[in-house]
């Protein structure tokens, strides 16, 4: 089914996308049907820069087990990180 | 029975005055023919979408999908216009019955109308098809494994047809697959029980061995055995009500 339900935050920072780097504003994050990922659903991730226009995204399709991984990697990623450097 | 036709991106006045883009599959004949408005899925007015318009008109209807997202992403690929349009909360259901309205009246301006519309829709087109039957004169609606009919979504926009399901203008064709939890076999039954009660005319569906999707020759929900049959009752359907003249 479709969730309908879909969780937006602000982001600071790039993403490069099918036009090349763009600046980050935005994220959506959902689980719904993929467009070339092989499964029924996924975990969906959207960086966009709305401002620029609906081309200015980067998409991400990923099965709940990868997209669980992905995000605690981001998390370990950030925790291994001196705090001063992570002002900048 | 496989005709000619001739397949076009248009763009035609929607409700709100704004031109919007449509993609149409025109029969060929000569002949007074029914009309067909495909309602797009969430994912897009995508290749897939095209194939069906296309496969209507093969089956002697003139057909239209309009593209629910060019208003808010025109000129985009139809991921990155889902993507958006998402982004910015969705279609409402008051625009996408004025869509439905502006699809119809193309095509009942057609030279070879025989002024009979159908709509048909899949996933959340099912439930889009099932509103814009409650909310527009049609003649045939078809609603393939559409949730929230009959129960609304929590913290969604997404809300029960329930209170105008006695508005219903058209029959109903409801093509389920037994092992789909949205909409579930439960939540089908509920609808069925409603129809009923409220004398509408309609026939159900329910496919073993089928879940949600089990239409869509590019996702792994494909039950191609299933989609042949369903796609037989949908041609026995739109035979019964949108040949001859209104």
């Not at chain 1, 399709?61 to 992905?70: I, P």
């Not at chain 2, 409700?15 to 029969?27: I, N, Q």
């Not at chain 2, 869509?99 to 959340?124: E, H, M, T, W």
Request: net charge negative.
């Amino acid at each position: 089914m479709c969730t309908y339900e879909t969780e937006r935050i602000a982001l600071t920072g790039s993403a490069k996308g099918a036009e090349g780097w763009f600046r980050a504003t935005d994220a959506t994050i959902y689980f719904d049907h993929p467009v070339h990922f092989g499964a029924g659903h996924a975990l969906m991730v959207d960086v966009i820069n709305p401002a620029l226009g609906a081309s200015s995204r980067v998409g991400l399709e990923l099965n709940a087990e990868s997209a669980r991984a992905l995000a605690l990697a981001i998390l370990r990623s950030l925790d291994g990180i001196p705090a001063g450097l992570l002002e900048s | 029975m496989t005709s000619n036709l001739r397949a076009e991106t248009v763009h035609f006045d929607s409700y709100d005055g704004k031109s919007v883009e449509a993609y149409v599959a025109l029969t060929e004949s000569d002949d007074k023919v029914g009309g067909v408005v495909l309602i797009h899925h969430m994912p897009g007015y995508d290749e897939a979408s095209k194939e069906m318009v296309r496969k209507f008109a093969a089956n002697g209807y003139d057909s239209v999908c309009v593209n629910l997202y060019h208003r808010q992403a025109p000129d985009v690929s139809s991921d990155d216009a889902a993507a958006a349009v998402r982004a910015l909360g969705g279609v409402t259901d008051e625009q996408l019955v004025g869509d439905v309205r502006a699809a119809a009246a193309y095509l009942r301006a057609l030279p070879n109308s025989n002024q009979k519309v159908g709509v048909i829709g899949f996933c959340s087109g099912g439930r889009q098809s099932v509103l814009a039957a409650c909310s527009l004169d049609l003649d045939a609606a078809v609603d393939c494994y559409g949730a929230f009919v009959v129960e609304s979504r929590p913290e969604s926009t997404m809300t029960s047809l329930v209170d105008i399901l006695p508005d219903l203008s058209c029959p109903l064709l409801g093509l389920f697959g037994l092992e789909d939890e949205y909409p579930s076999p439960d939540q089908t039954e509920t609808l069925r029980q409603l129809l009923t009660k409220g004398g509408k005319e309609f026939t159900f569906h329910e496919y073993e061995g089928a879940g949600h999707g089990f239409f869509a020759v590019d996702r792994p929900s494909y039950r191609p055995e299933v989609a042949t049959e369903a796609w037989g009752e949908i041609w026995k359907f739109y035979a019964q009500h949108l040949s001859g003249k209104k």
